[in-house]
C-alpha cells in the first residue's frame, strides 16, 4: 500500500475521532460511553497498517 493511501486514511481516522470528541463534548449523555468509542478509529488504523503507523497516527493527534 502506498503512503498516500496510508496518510489519507491517517487524516480520515483523526477526523472521525475529532467529530466523536466532538460528538461527546456536547452531547453529555452519551459521554461515559463514548470514552469507549474513542480510541476506535486509531485500533482500526492500527490494525490495518501496523503498530508503528498507528502510533504516530495516534500521538500527533
Known sequence: MNKSRRLTEGALMAGIYL??????????????????VLPVPFAYYAHRHGWKPGAWCSWWL
Do not use: D, R, V
Open 19 to 36: 467529530i466523536l470528541l466532538l460528538l461527546s463534548l456536547y452531547m453529555p449523555i452519551i459521554g461515559p460511553f463514548m470514552i469507549f
